[in-house]
């Protein structure tokens, strides 16, 4: 049974940063291309970050050049670090594969950026 469990959510200052662990429990990890989505209020769920099993990362416009998604196959374990961050990343982020397979998802973490 695939599980996806996001941590490393909370409560960050604009301007501050967080760093987001998805450790997954995917069949063959290493050759799945992964990504980071979010949901925030009122709004639908975007893909944020995604990166392939040969390492190539793509980013959303709102996160180029401030989040970084990477990966360790070896922990089965998908990362993005967020610098940087404004009021507007606030939302539930979430990791699955790219595309997105419905039953993956997870519960998610909380990110909220606010004084």
């Known amino acids: 049974q695939v599980q996806l469990v996001e941590s490393g959510g909370g409560l960050v200052q604009p301007g501050g940063s967080l760093r987001l662990t998805c450790a997954a429990s995917i069949r063959l990890f290493s050759l799945a291309a992964m990504g980071w989505y979010r949901r925030a209020p009122g709004k639908e769920r975007e893909l944020v970050a995604g990166?392939?099993?040969?390492?190539?990362?793509n980013y959303a416009d709102s996160v180029k050049g401030r989040f970084t998604i990477s990966r360790d196959n070896a922990k089965n374990t998908v990362y993005l670090q967020m610098n940087s961050l404004v009021p507007e990343d606030t939302a539930v982020y979430y990791c699955n594969t790219s595309p997105g397979i419905a039953n993956y998802w997870g519960q998610g973490t909380q990110v909220t950026v606010s004084s």
């Open positions: 990166i392939n099993s040969g390492g190539t990362t």
